[in-house]
């Protein structure tokens, strides 16, 4: 069993930067892939990024590539997501999912992993 806890949100101004931490418990970390997805009130849960449990393969959304980019220190048992260039359109819930599959294959399907954070609150203000 993993159980996630996500950290980090926050209010910016747009152009600022965020940089949201995925903490997880257990052992089996490291053979997770890890996912960050976000919800806006009214709007269904939206991928935004994936990373191998090597780390060492990434996928993002159309929406977030160049500005956002998603780590991981397995040592720390911690995902990051780092946002940059933040728009008031990036704001939602952000949530952290791991995936038993260790790759990046199928990461836009919330039906793919099989934890879940709480999510953790990011306001853009314009």
């Known amino acids: 069993q993993v159980q996630l806890v996500e950290s980090g949100g926050g209010l910016v101004q747009a152009g600022g930067s965020l940089r949201l931490s995925c903490a997880a418990s257990?052992?089996?970390?490291?053979?997770?892939?890890m996912g960050w997805f976000r919800q806006a009130p009214g709007k269904e849960r939206e991928f935004v990024a994936k990373?191998?449990?090597?780390?060492?393969?990434?996928i993002y959304a159309d929406s977030v590539k160049g500005r956002f980019t998603i780590s991981r220190d397995n040592a720390k048992n911690t995902v990051y997501l780092q946002m940059n260039s933040l728009k008031p359109e990036d704001t939602a819930v952000y949530l952290c999912?791991?995936?038993?599959?260790?790759?990046?294959?199928?990461?836009?399907?919330?039906?793919?992993?099989?934890?879940w954070g709480q999510g953790t609150q990011v306001t853009v203000s314009s």
């Open positions: 999912a791991a995936d038993r599959n260790p790759t990046t294959g199928r990461a836009s399907s919330p039906h793919s992993y099989e934890h």
């Open positions: 257990g052992r089996t970390f490291s053979r997770y892939a």
């Open positions: 990373i191998s449990s090597s780390g060492g393969s990434t």
